[in-house]
C-alpha cells in the first residue's frame, strides 16, 4: 500500500456509531430470522427487537464521557462527519427511549391482529429509529439527507403496514407523496448551497457562507432557504402540516405514537444543525421566519383541536395529532430565538429549552398514547365519548390520562409541562420577541379548553345504561405486560420529573455541539 492509500485509510470510532449501528443490526437481524420462526412463535422477533433497543440505549453510557468523532477529513481532523457529542447523546436517548416504548406498545396488536406482520413490522421500526438516532450525530448536509430518509422511508411503511385497509394505505400515500416532494426540495437547496460554498460539512457552510461572493450570495440564500423546507415538513409547521391528522388516524396507533415523538424529534433534530449550526450566517432570515411559523403552526394546531373536539364522533388520535401540531410550534419557538443570540451561551440556552421541551413532550405524549392503546383494545375506533366514565371503569388510567393531558396544558400537578412552557416562554422573552410570547400565551390559553375538556370526561358517569356485565367485563379485562410496562415507565417518568424538572434542563442543557 502506497503512503498516498495509506493516508486515506481512517479508524472508524465504533463506540461512537454504536447506538445507530446496534439498531441497524438488530433490524437486520429480526428481517433474517423472520424467515425461519414459526407463525405462532413470532413474538421471539418482539423480544429480540426490544432488546436489541435496550442494548443501543446502553451504549450511550460510554458517550456521556466526552465529546467522540468520527469519519473525519483526512487533512483536518476537526472536520467530521459524524459527532457524539452532548447534544448527539441526548437526542439520540430521545429517539431510543422512543422507540423502545412505541415497541412496548406494538407488540400485544401485532400479536392479536393478523392484518399486521410482524417480521417487517420489527425490522421496519428499528431501521427508522437506526436512521433517527444517526441524524443528531450528522455533521455535514449528505449524511444528514441519508439520516433523514433512512429514518421517513420505513415509516412510510408503517403507516401502510395494516393489509387490507383502504384508509391505511391512503394514509402512507399522502405521507409519501407529501414528504418526498419536501425531501426533493431539500436536496435542490443543498446543491445551491453545496454550489455556493464548496463544501457539505456544516462547520465549514458556516465558515464560508459568511464570506460568499456577491455573485453568489443569492443562490446561498435560495438553498438556505430550500433546505430547511424539508425539515419544517417533518416539524409538522404550518403549511407543511397538513400529513398529520390523516397518517395518525390511518396508522397503527404504535405507529402514530412513533411519529408523534421520535418523527417530531428527528424534524427538529435536523432544523437545529442547519439553522444553528450551518447557517447562522443567515440568522437574519430564518430567525424571521421560524418565528412566524411558530405563531402560525401553535395557533392551527390548537384552533383545529379546539373547533372539533365538542363533537361526539371526535377520534382521540386525531385530538392527539393536532395537539402535536401546537406543540410543534412551541418546540419552534427557542430555535427562532436562537437567531437572535448575542453569545454562544445565550444560543445553547435557547436550544437547550427545544430539547427539554422535546423530552418532556415525548414522555407524556406516549403517555397518553399508552391509554389509547388500553382503550382501544375495548372500543377501537378510539373516539373521545369511548372515554366517558374511564375513571369509573379503570381508576388508574383514568387518572394517568387526566395527568398526562394536564401536563401538556400546563397545569399542576403536571408540573413538568409547566416548567416546559415556562422555559420556551423565556427564551422568546430574552430574545425579543415579545409578540410571539403573546401568541403562546394565548394559544396555551385555547388548547386548556380542549384538554380540560378531555380531562372532564374522564370522570362523568358512562352515558346510558351499560349492558349487562359489560362494564365488569371491561374492569376484568387483562391489561397485557408489555402495555402495562410502558404505562407504568411513562407515569413514573412523568411523575418524577414533576417533581424534580430541573432534571430535564440540567440534562439537556449541557454542552450543546
Given at each position: 500500500?502506497?503512503?498516498a492509500?495509506?493516508?486515506l485509510?481512517?479508524n472508524?470510532?465504533?463506540v461512537?456509531?454504536?447506538?445507530p449501528?446496534?439498531?441497524a443490526?438488530?433490524a437486520?437481524?429480526v428481517l433474517?430470522a423472520?424467515?425461519?420462526v414459526?407463525e ?32 473525519c477529513?483526512?487533512g483536518?481532523?476537526?472536520?467530521c ?13 430521545l ?5 423502545l416504548?412505541?415497541?412496548?406498545l ?11 406482520p ?11 429509529a437506526?436512521g433517527?438516532?444517526?441524524l443528531?450525530?450528522?455533521?455535514d448536509l449528505?449524511t ?15 403507516v ?9 394505505s391512503?394514509a402512507?400515500?399522502?405521507f409519501?407523496?407529501s ?5 426533493a426540495?431539500s436536496?435542490m437547496?443543498i ?11 456544516l462547520?465549514?457552510?458556516a465558515a ?16 438556505v432557504?430550500l433546505t ?9 409547521a ?10 395518525y ?5 404504535p ?5 408523534s ?6 424534524g427538529?433534530?435536523g ?13 437574519d ?11 402560525l ?24 395529532a ?5 406543540q ?12 437572535y ?6 444560543t ?15 414522555a407524556?405524549?406516549?403517555g397518553?398514547f ?11 375506533l378510539?373516539r373521545?365519548s ?5 375513571y ?8 394517568v390520562?387526566?395527568?398526562f393531558?394536564l401536563?401538556?396544558a ?17 427564551a422568546a ?12 400565551a394565548l ?7 380542549y384538554?380540560l375538556?378531555?380531562?372532564?370526561v374522564?370522570?362523568?358517569?358512562p352515558?346510558?345504561?351499560a349492558?349487562?356485565?359489560?362494564a365488569?367485563?371491561e ?7 408489555p402495555l402495562a ?6 407515569t ?9 424538572p430541573?432534571?430535564?434542563?440540567r440534562f439537556?442543557a449541557?454542552a450543546?455541539?
Amino acid at each position: 500500500m502506497t503512503a498516498a492509500a495509506a493516508s486515506l485509510v481512517q479508524n472508524v470510532d465504533w463506540v461512537a456509531i454504536a447506538p445507530p449501528t446496534i439498531a441497524a443490526v438488530v433490524a437486520l437481524v429480526v428481517l433474517v430470522a423472520d424467515l425461519f420462526v414459526r407463525e405462532d412463535n413470532k413474538t421471539l422477533l418482539a423480544w429480540i427487537s426490544l432488546a436489541g433497543l435496550v442494548a443501543a440505549g446502553l451504549s450511550l453510557l460510554p458517550l456521556l464521557d466526552g465529546d467522540r468523532a468520527t469519519f473525519c477529513l483526512v487533512g483536518d481532523a476537526d472536520v467530521c462527519s459524524y459527532t457524539a457529542d452532548r447534544f448527539t447523546v441526548v437526542i439520540q436517548f430521545l429517539v431510543i427511549a422512543g422507540a423502545l416504548l412505541t415497541a412496548l406498545l406494538s407488540v400485544s396488536p401485532l400479536k392479536d391482529n393478523k392484518a399486521l406482520p410482524e417480521g417487517e413490522f420489527w425490522f421496519l421500526l428499528l431501521a427508522s429509529a437506526a436512521g433517527a438516532a444517526l441524524l443528531p450525530a450528522s455533521r455535514d448536509l449528505a449524511t444528514l439527507i441519508v439520516a433523514l430518509e433512512v429514518a421517513s422511508l420505513p415509516a412510510f411503511a408503517l403507516v401502510g403496514i395494516k393489509r387490507g385497509d383502504r384508509r391505511s394505505s391512503e394514509a402512507a400515500l399522502k405521507f409519501f407523496l407529501s414528504s418526498v416532494t419536501a425531501t426533493a426540495v431539500s436536496l435542490m437547496g443543498i446543491s445551491f448551497v453545496y454550489a455556493a460554498t464548496g463544501t457539505l460539512h456544516l462547520t465549514e457552510v458556516a465558515a464560508r457562507l459568511g464570506e460568499v461572493d456577491g455573485q453568489l450570495h443569492i443562490l446561498a440564500q435560495t438553498g438556505v432557504a430550500l433546505t430547511l423546507v424539508g425539515f419544517a415538513f417533518k416539524t409538522a409547521a404550518v403549511p407543511f402540516h397538513f400529513w398529520v391528522p390523516d397518517t395518525y388516524i390511518g396508522a397503527p396507533l404504535p405507529v402514530a405514537a412513533y411519529l408523534s415523538v421520535v418523527g417530531k424529534a428527528v424534524g427538529f433534530t435536523g432544523l437545529i444543525l442547519v439553522t444553528v449550526v450551518a447557517f447562522p450566517a443567515y440568522a437574519d432570515v430564518w430567525g424571521p421566519v421560524l418565528a412566524v411559523l411558530a405563531a402560525l403552526t401553535m395557533t392551527v394546531g390548537n384552533v383545529a383541536a379546539l373547533r372539533q373536539v365538542g363533537t361526539r364522533a371526535y377520534s382521540a388520535i386525531r385530538l392527539l395529532a393536532w395537539s402535536s401540531v401546537g406543540q410543534a410550534g412551541y418546540l419552534l419557538v427557542p430555535i427562532a430565538s436562537a437567531a437572535y443570540a448575542e453569545s454562544p451561551a445565550e444560543t445553547e440556552k435557547a436550544i437547550g429549552a427545544t430539547v427539554a421541551y422535546a423530552l418532556m413532550y415525548a414522555a407524556v405524549n406516549l403517555g397518553a398514547f399508552a391509554v389509547a392503546a388500553l382503550v382501544a383494545r375495548t372500543r377501537p375506533l378510539n373516539r373521545i365519548s369511548d372515554y366517558r366514565g374511564l375513571y369509573a371503569n379503570r381508576p388508574l388510567a383514568a387518572l394517568v390520562l387526566g395527568f398526562f393531558l394536564l401536563c401538556l396544558a400546563g397545569l399542576p400537578p403536571g408540573i413538568i409541562g409547566l416548567f416546559a412552557k415556562v422555559t420556551v416562554f423565556a427564551a422568546a422573552v430574552d430574545a425579543g420577541l415579545g409578540w410571539l410570547a403573546v401568541v403562546m400565551a394565548l394559544n396555551v390559553v385555547i388548547a386548556l379548553y380542549y384538554y380540560l375538556q378531555w380531562t372532564a370526561v374522564l370522570f362523568r358517569a358512562p352515558e346510558g345504561a351499560a349492558p349487562e356485565g359489560a362494564a365488569k367485563a371491561e374492569r376484568k379485562h387483562a391489561v397485557p405486560f408489555p402495555l402495562a410496562a410502558a404505562l407504568v415507565l411513562t407515569t413514573v417518568i412523568g411523575v418524577a420529573l414533576s417533581g424534580a424538572p430541573q432534571l430535564v434542563l440540567r440534562f439537556s442543557a449541557a454542552a450543546l455541539f
